[in-house]
């Protein structure tokens, strides 16, 4: 639930916050998805609109981070506000790394255009891998704004499936590049696009554990899964 004040222009203020940060977020979801059909549909012109919103994501981070400190010199927050600022703060540092991440896959996307052998590559499974942690950037902005704490334990669960697929399309391509040394430079382009895809899903992960900080005041970062079960009162459901 979104705690309000009896100042109106504090309000504004953490409200205005909440927007920019979202604002970020979707334009970094655009990038990433529009990397990923870049892969699929080897299309140069998404990948100069991914660059292209790099510029704008850079300026945003910097409006947000203004934001947050003055926010935090005027209205000197405490307690639950002071953590959703904070968290507001380290949500755009991560926002601003995937949309580094997005621009990377775009450059890939440009050596990979000049490759013959395209077909012969992983593409559907590094599309479903995309798709996975497209959902999960998704559901972790949602849950930054609704401030759904519970969100974090479903990313977590993500995450390992975005881990597994990492780890076996790593396998396939470096089996691929023993098989023929002609595809090496393109299945190592692609092996930097999984890891760059990965990272995002990392990143989704961190913004959902800054909720559960803001609503429980817990720092699902560092803590022991166990030991952070135990103190939202549901031990009995961790493994």
Known sequence: ????????????????MRTAVMSMGGLVERQVRRAAEALRLNDLRLVADVLADEQVVNQLHVQVDLLCNRIIARRQPIAVDLREVMAAIHAVNDLERIGDEAKKIAYKCRH????????ALPLEKVQTMAGLVVAMLGQALDAFVRHDA???????????AVDALRNELNDELVARMSADPGCITAAMDLVFVVQSLERIG????????????????????????????AVRGDAGKAD
């Not at 639930?1 to 205005?16: L, N, Y």
């Not at 990979?112 to 077909?119: E, N």
């Not at 519970?150 to 390992?160: C, F, G, K, N, Y």
């Not at 909720?211 to 079960?229: K, L, Q, S, Y």
């Open 1 to 16: 639930m979104v705690h309000e004040h009896t100042d109106r222009a504090f309000d504004d203020d953490i409200e205005g």
């Open 112 to 119: 990979l255009d000049a490759y013959s052998g395209r077909a």
């Open 150 to 160: 519970r969100a974090s334990d479903d990313l977590v669960e993500r995450d390992r």
């Open 202 to 229: 990392d990143h989704a992960k961190n913004i959902a554990e800054y909720v559960v900080n803001v609503v429980e005041g817990i720092d699902a970062r560092h803590a022991h899964p166990v030991a952070t079960a």
